[in-house]
């Protein structure tokens, strides 16, 4: 994709040939992504991941797509898993904090509220650039 000249640089802009790019990263993302379901039961629940193996290099074993947070809450990624591993740090440490400082769990709503914003400020930044 050359020729780009700052016409992906937002998701609402077209570029002169009538392309929008940042849509078309996001596809890509989605492409090279692997699915993630979850079920909840009365007494737990059932995360499945798939581990897609993109090279005759890649140990199976090594491939982690569910972490835990903290006692009670886990996840699990899919998509580009080196922004997927830099928020689950993020969530870590939001969660440890409130069990230090309140010396109790952190609430799920809670929890996403912070990730929203950090994902948030996070796009905002990169649209600046």
Do not use: H
Request: hydrophobic fraction near 35%; proline fraction near 2%; aromatic fraction near 8%.
């Amino acid at each position: 994709m050359e020729g780009k000249e700052g016409y992906d640089s937002s998701n609402t802009m077209y570029s002169p040939d009538g392309r929008m790019y940042q849509v078309e990263y996001a596809r890509e993302a989605i492409k090279r992504g692997t699915i993630t379901c979850g079920m909840v039961y009365k007494d737990g629940v059932l995360l499945l991941v798939e581990k897609k193996i993109r090279s005759g290099l890649v140990e199976p074993d090594s491939i982690e797509k569910i972490f835990k947070i903290d006692t009670n809450i886990g996840c699990s990624m899919s998509g580009l898993v080196a922004d997927a591993r830099v928020l689950i740090d993020d969530v870590r440490a939001m969660s440890q904090d409130e069990r230090y400082f309140y010396g109790e769990v952190i609430s799920i709503l809670e929890l996403v509220k912070d990730l929203s914003s950090i994902v948030n400020w996070l796009s905002v930044l990169k649209r600046g650039r």
